[in-house]
């Protein structure tokens, strides 16, 4: 059985830090592209930043350098760090494995989700 679990959101002020990770288990974590989702109170699901197996990167256009996604295969693991945070980044964040895509930057490219990690940037 695949289980994602995120971990590392919280409350933090304007300007800050937060590191999101997500430990995967029951896959090969190294075959799987890695994605981070977030979905901000009353709107859709919305692509953060993707990583495939062989290490490539997407983020989605909102970043604009402020996050990195980055895995450790060795420890099952992806994380995101989020730096700069503004008040618009308040979301619930998930994060997802996918099976088959190169890249994969839609939702329906990933097989599996995690239960989501709530990040609330408040002063």
């Known amino acids: 059985q695949v289980q994602l679990v995120e971990s590392g959101g919280g409350l933090v002020q304007p300007g800050g830090s937060l590191r999101l990770s997500c430990v995967g288990s029951g896959l090969t974590f190294g075959t799987y592209g890695m994605g981070w989702y977030r979905q901000p109170p009353g709107k859709e699901r919305e692509l953060v930043a993707a990583m495939s197996r062989g290490g490539s990167r997407y983020y989605g256009g909102f970043v604009k350098g402020r996050f990195t996604i980055s895995r450790d295969n060795a420890e099952n693991t992806v994380y995101l760090q989020m730096n700069s945070l503004k008040p618009e980044d308040t979301a619930v964040y998930y994060c997802?494995?996918?099976?088959?895509?190169?890249?994969?930057?839609?939702?329906?490219?990933?097989?599996?989700w995690g239960q989501g990690t709530q990040v609330t940037v408040s002063s």
């Open positions: 997802a494995a996918a099976r088959n895509s190169i890249i994969p930057t839609k939702v329906g490219d990933y097989d599996y």
